[in-house]
């Protein structure tokens, strides 16, 4: 099948010129100006290069080019001109053009430039093709977003992925620190071998070395048969230390050594084990100022963070909202039966507005309930969750400090639980956070005299 080209000139000799001579190879369209060819664009899809002479009468072909690459991103693009200088040659370049030509054409050079806009084009789309297939094959496909901020993240993960070395994964709970860990895996070498995922939090200080390390037949009063630990069992894979900032200072020290050496001795025994892993850590406290107040090792700190991949609050990317939205409710639409069309503008604009405490993790809660509760048809207004609708109902939230992560992370915690009137249960679901860890930090806040 022929490709199709857009041939714009507001001299119809030259651009008749030019479509016969294109037309043996190419299924040729011609437009006199700037418009026309626009509504072309817009009737015919399977254009997919545009030739357009620069000087015309309206909008000239710089103005042009820059409406067509927005209405089609993809789309090749050749100028012409009669007053071919180097400026106007490179601001054309920028604005997206594949190539520059000089009037009167030359119609051989015209069919070799032709040829090669549309031949690195094909090229491009194939790569971007196989990163897409790529991204959905080993896990990036989990991870949405357009904003700047995600694109950094994903830039991070395709260069650090394939190395060795170790990562510490920064950001607010539920902001997706775990899916960040599963696509460093899968897109690395180490794709085939295990990944192995530890909550520090969850454990205290014996139960968590011997979750680490293992342990022996004897080694303590409960230990009533050898254990491989999780740094054992992810041998030749990834382990994955979630909420890093808990272990205790006495693992810290231990950490620190399997960082340096990759071995370590199963609690209860002298053995060294050696193993091969790669290290993936996550945090959603600000580490750094941990270290500041003495209260995480400088050592340990500096070699988690070879690559520091930090994740932003969902409140810092809302363009990326609508994306969010779609996605969930396309998954939990086929995942329920309903019939769930889509969501109307002023629902989204709702959902637009808040302030997701709980970043991603809250937003993909909210979009379930409303896709589980909705009779079908478009999610509207009188769908949405109470609290999404009215994001200033806690003063608290208007108060949230510029400070620290862990700053920002009290100021967040207090705020929900005023919002929810202290409900711990619902603040923990509106935070994105378990139960176990709200309950871990409101004794900490305790400890500093502040009761919630």
């Not at 382990?239 to 810290?252: G, K």
């Not at 399997?258 to 996550?282: K, M, N, Q, W, Y």
């Not at 086929?334 to 604009?349: D, F, L, S």
């Given at each position: 099948m022929k490709a199709s080209i857009l041939i714009v000139d507001d001299e119809k000799d030259t651009r008749e010129l030019m479509a016969r001579a294109l037309g043996v190879d190419y299924r040729v369209t011609t437009a006199p100006d700037a418009e026309q060819a626009i509504k072309a664009l817009e009737a015919d899809s399977s254009i997919v290069l545009l030739l357009s002479d620069v000087r015309m009468p309206g909008a000239d072909g710089i103005q042009l080019l820059k409406a067509a690459k927005k209405l089609r991103p993809q789309l090749a693009c050749i100028l012409l001109t009669a007053f071919g200088t180097v400026d106007l040659a490179v601001e054309a370049m920028k604005d997206g053009a594949d190539d520059f030509l000089t009037k009167p054409v030359d119609l051989d050079q015209l069919d070799l430039r032709v040829a090669k806009a549309l031949k690195t084009r094909a090229l491009e789309a194939e790569v971007e093709s196989l990163r897409s297939e790529l991204d959905v094959k080993h896990g990036l496909e989990d991870i949405t977003g357009t904003s700047d901020a995600m694109q950094e993240v994903f830039r991070l993960i395709r260069q650090a992925a394939p190395t060795q070395a170790t990562v510490l994964i920064e950001g607010p709970s539920g902001t997706g620190k775990e899916l960040v860990a599963h696509a460093l895996h899968a897109l690395s070498p180490r794709a085939n071998g295990p990944f192995v995922a530890v909550e520090c939090a969850a454990l205290n200080g014996n139960l968590l070395e011997s979750e680490l390390f293992g342990h022996e037949k004897g080694a303590?009063?409960?230990?009533?048969?050898?254990?491989?630990?999780?740094?054992?069992?992810?041998?030749?894979?990834?382990?994955?230390?979630?909420?890093?900032?808990?272990?205790?200072?006495?693992?810290?020290?231990?950490?620190?050594?399997?960082?340096?050496?990759?071995?370590?001795?199963?609690?209860?025994?002298?053995?060294?084990?050696?193993?091969?892993?790669?290290?993936?850590?996550?945090?959603?406290?600000?580490?750094?100022?941990?270290?500041?107040?003495?209260?995480?090792?400088?050592?340990?700190?500096?070699?988690?963070?070879?690559?520091?991949?930090?994740?932003?609050?969902?409140?810092?990317?809302?363009?990326?909202?609508?994306?969010?939205?779609?996605?969930?409710?396309?998954?939990?639409?086929?995942?329920?039966?309903?019939?769930?069309?889509?969501?109307?503008?002023?629902?989204?604009?709702?959902?637009?507005?808040?302030?997701?405490?709980?970043?991603?993790?809250?937003?993909?809660?909210?979009?379930?309930?409303?896709?589980?509760?909705?009779?079908?048809?478009?999610?509207?207004?009188?769908?949405?969750?109470?609290?999404s609708r009215a994001p200033s109902v806690s003063p608290a939230l208007q108060v949230i400090p510029a400070g620290t992560l862990e700053e920002t992370e009290k100021a967040r915690i207090l705020a929900a639980l005023e919002q929810v009137h202290g409900n711990r249960s619902r603040a923990a679901q509106v935070l994105g956070i378990s139960r176990r860890t709200l309950y871990r930090k409101l004794d900490e806040y305790a400890k500093e005299g502040i009761q919630a």
């Open positions: 303590f009063t409960d230990a009533v048969a050898r254990r491989i630990g999780r740094f054992e069992a992810a041998d030749g894979g990834t382990i994955f230390l979630d909420e890093i900032s808990e272990i205790p200072p006495s693992t810290q020290v231990k950490l620190l050594r399997v960082l340096e050496t990759r071995s370590f001795e199963r609690l209860g025994s002298s053995e060294t084990i050696h193993t091969d892993i790669r290290i993936v850590a996550a945090c959603n406290r600000d580490l750094a100022q941990l270290v500041r107040e003495g209260k995480f090792r400088e050592d340990l700190y500096y070699r988690l963070a070879v690559i520091d991949i930090r994740l932003p609050a969902l409140r810092e990317r809302r363009g990326d909202i609508p994306l969010l939205v779609t996605r969930f409710l396309t998954e939990f639409s086929a995942a329920n039966g309903n019939r769930v069309t889509g969501i109307t503008p002023a629902a989204m604009k709702i959902l637009e507005s808040y302030d997701w405490p709980g970043n991603v993790r809250e937003l993909r809660n909210a979009v379930e309930r409303m896709v589980v509760l909705s009779p079908g048809g478009q999610i509207d207004v009188k769908d949405v969750p109470d609290f």
